[in-house]
C-alpha cells in the first residue's frame, strides 16, 4: 500500500483546509485508516480515524466540531476537511492505513505541512 497526502499549506487563522490522501497498491486489505499530525518537539497524535469500512471515526478532543475525515472508495481516496483552523493545528500531517497482513503500525504517507497564522 502506497500513500500520498496532499492539499496542505498556509492559512490564517480561522481558515480552512481539505487533506487528501490517495491510496494504491492492495487497497482491498486496509481494514482502518486515519489522520496523524506532528508538531515540533511534540509527539505523533491521532486526528481522526475511520474504521469499520468508513462506518465509524473519531476524533481527537481537540477537533472534534471543526475537523471531519470521510473516505471516497471509488477514488481511493480519504480526505481530511479541517475548518476553523487555529495556530495549534501547525503540524506536519501524515495519512495512515492499517492492514491485519502490513507491518506494525500500519502504512504511512511522506506527511505535509499544515501551518496556521494567527
Known amino acids: 500500500v502506497q500513500l500520498v497526502e496532499s492539499g496542505g499549506g498556509s492559512v490564517q487563522a480561522g481558515g480552512s483546509l481539505r487533506l487528501s490522501c490517495a491510496a494504491s497498491?492492495?487497497?482491498?486489505?486496509?481494514?482502518?485508516m486515519g489522520w496523524y499530525r506532528q508538531a515540533p518537539g511534540k509527539q505523533r497524535e491521532l486526528v481522526a480515524g475511520?474504521?469499520?469500512?468508513?462506518?465509524?471515526?473519531n476524533y481527537a478532543d481537540s477537533v472534534k466540531g471543526r475537523f471531519s475525515i470521510s473516505r471516497d472508495n471509488a477514488r481511493n481516496t480519504m480526505y481530511l476537511q479541517m475548518n476553523s483552523l487555529k495556530p495549534e493545528d501547525t503540524a506536519v500531517y501524515y495519512c495512515?492505513?492499517?492492514?491485519?497482513?502490513?507491518?506494525?503500525?500500519?502504512?504511512w504517507g511522506q506527511g505535509t505541512q499544515v501551518t496556521v497564522s494567527s
Open positions: 495512515n492505513a492499517y492492514s491485519a497482513d502490513g507491518p506494525n503500525g500500519g502504512y
Open positions: 497498491g492492495s487497497t482491498f486489505s486496509i481494514n482502518a
Open positions: 475511520l474504521s469499520n469500512g468508513g462506518r465509524s471515526t
